[in-house]
């Protein structure tokens, strides 16, 4: 079916009607509820370019977000996009997508991918349960790539981590929320222990609104552990790591029930612990369990 729309270069004065889209747009109740601080995280994210498919009466119908990965300028993201309801099937998301793989391949991407360009980002890929944006990606010329996963986390019903904090304070570590003043050392740490990816994420976790950081310190100084939560979104938490000489004293599982009593006590009732490695540790610590299941995807230009 024929419709009649343009494509335009997204500007900071279009994010309210961007918003008010996705909320209409994003299927998925968890996904919708958080628009707002969706569309302006990924807005945040360095090199994102963004383009939206404009019906007569100015009537926004469609947006996509996309930026170079932090780690390898040779790939481009697309960070999202989304087609209101009553527009799909008319074309729109292919206008979209094209305009958008056009403007990352001349920011110098070879490749592109559906994927989360870590730590601007909303989710890992594409949620299983949106089938038509996975239909769209096939019919688009995309191959699928490693899938990822989410956990939930209930919290209301959380073990309180007093006794196991006195008995680490006893032990010659504390265990406390990091402050502003922590970034730098902090950002150093995930550096020297797990590489670049985390390092962005703890560093924004700490200070934003309704994000924060609990770690674990011993008596000299030295860190020994982090937990993070809110850096991407607020009901997301992640991410978290323990040095391998720390690990089996318990310090990880009270960093991560101190950041979802965080959550908790920000008027959550369920977390949702992103893009998960070690399923076993999250589902003996807090119960939680696999629920989001996303496919990732990769195209060459």
């Given at each position: 079916m024929d419709r009649e729309f343009w494509i335009s270069e997204l500007t900071d004065n279009d994010l309210p009607a961007v918003i008010d889209l996705c909320r209409n747009a994003l299927d998925l109740p968890e996904d919708a509820a958080e628009a707002e601080e969706i569309v302006h995280r990924l807005r945040e994210t360095p090199r994102c370019t963004g383009f939206l498919a404009v019906a007569p009466g100015e009537r926004v119908i469609g947006v996509v977000l996309?930026?170079?990965?932090?780690?390898?300028?040779?790939?481009?993201?697309?960070?999202?996009?989304?087609?209101?309801?009553?527009?799909?099937r008319c074309g729109v998301g292919r206008a979209l997508m094209t305009r958008i793989e056009g403007a990352l391949a001349g920011?110098?991407?070879?490749?592109?991918?559906?994927?989360?360009?870590?730590?601007?980002?909303?989710?890992?890929?594409?949620?299983?349960?949106?089938?038509?944006a996975v239909c769209a990606a096939m019919a688009l010329g995309f191959a699928q790539d490693q899938p990822a996963w989410n956990m939930t986390a209930d919290l209301r019903h959380l073990r309180p981590t007093a006794a196991a904090e006195k008995r680490l304070a006893d032990e010659g570590v504390t265990i406390r929320r990091a402050e502003p003043a922590d970034s730098a050392e902090l950002a150093e740490f995930a550096l020297a222990n797990w590489g670049s990816g985390w390092a962005g994420e703890i560093v924004d976790s700490i200070g934003r609104d309704r994000a924060g950081c609990h770690i674990a310190v011993e008596n000299d100084g030295t860190l020994l552990g982090f937990a993070a939560y809110g850096s991407s979104r607020p009901s997301w938490f992640g991410p978290m790591g323990t040095t391998a000489a720390a690990r089996g004293r318990?310090?990880?599982?009270?960093?991560?029930?101190?950041?979802?009593?965080?959550?908790?006590?920000s008027g959550l009732d369920s977390a949702q612990i992103g893009w998960v490695g070690p399923v076993p540790f999250y589902s003996s610590a807090v119960g939680a369990r696999v629920?989001?299941?996303?496919?990732?995807y990769r195209k060459q230009l």
């Open positions: 996309g930026s170079v990965s932090h780690r390898d300028a040779s790939i481009g993201h697309v960070d999202l996009i989304a087609v209101d309801p009553g527009e799909r920011l110098g991407a070879g490749d592109v991918v559906l994927a989360g360009n870590a730590p601007h980002y909303a989710w890992p890929g594409i949620d299983v349960r949106y089938t038509p318990g310090i990880g599982s009270i960093l991560l029930r101190r950041c979802l009593a965080d959550q908790r006590d629920e989001r299941v996303f496919f990732l």
